[in-house]
């Protein structure tokens, strides 16, 4: 069964860096390409950015470009999202998700979510 | 790049069926989509693939109730017998070689 486990979402000043860490287990975390997905209070879903099966694409939204960094560490199974230079426009909860391929695919499994607030 | 259209909501009787649409821009009309469903306060779940000829594939566990179904730009989602917890948030998502899209997400009431 397939588990998506966030972490690492808190209360930060703007201008201030954040981690995100997504455990995984359940699939052979080092075949699949990763999302990050966030959603601000009240909004819709909005990609962040993608990672494949053995990091050779990595590619960020743009309004996140120049900030977020997608990696993943492919031995202990976990995707991660450095964020420096946080935004209040940043405020949302941010969702992994397992791509459905190696490559570039669609969401096929969520995670539950972790939140991020960015005020002073 | 692709952009995608959906309603902001939608509302249907208990036990009855309705249709969620989400329309591809031109230029991407044969675009795969793939269908999500957030219930309040929930992660979103995978539903289905959906590929402009009509072909879907649904995730675990989906329901039986739950089909899809393409026209030209369109794509949609039916769901059948309506239950309760079928009242949630649709979105329909597509990617570009680089870029992934989200529709604006329907709102769907089971009255």
């Known amino acids: 069964q397939v588990h998506l486990v966030e972490s690492g979402g808190g209360v930060v000043h703007p201008g201030g860096s954040l981690r995100l860490s997504c455990a995984t287990s359940g699939f052979t975390f080092g075949t699949y390409g990763m999302h990050w997905v966030r959603q601000a209070p009240g909004k819709g879903l909005e990609w962040v950015a993608f990672?494949?099966?053995?990091?050779?694409?990595?590619y960020h939204a743009d309004s996140v470009k120049g900030r977020f960094i997608i990696s993943r560490d492919n031995s202990k199974n976990t995707l991660y999202l450095q964020m420096n230079s946080l935004r209040a426009e940043d405020t949302a909860v941010y969702y992994c998700g397992k791509s459905c391929s190696s490559g570039s695919c669609y969401s096929d499994y969520w995670g539950q979510g972790t939140l991020v607030t960015v005020s002073s | 790049q692709p952009v995608l259209t959906q309603s902001s909501s939608a509302s249907a009787s208990l036990g009855s069926s309705v249709k969620l649409t989400c329309t591809l821009n031109?230029?991407?009309?044969?675009?795969?989509i793939a269908w999500h469903q957030q219930q309040p306060g929930k992660a979103p779940r995978y539903l289905m693939k959906l590929e402009g000829n009509g072909n879907y594939n649904k995730g675990s566990g989906v329901p039986d109730r739950f089909s899809g179904s393409s026209f030209g730009a369109d794509r949609y989602l039916t769901i059948s017998n309506l239950q309760s917890e079928d009242e949630a948030d649709y979105y329909c998502?597509?990617?570009?070689?680089?870029?992934?899209?989200f529709g604006g997400g329907t709102k769907l009431t089971v009255l």
């Open positions: 990672i494949a099966y053995d990091e050779s694409n990595k």
């Open positions: 998502e597509t990617w570009d070689s680089n870029n992934w899209v």
């Open positions: 031109s230029g991407h009309s044969d675009y795969i």
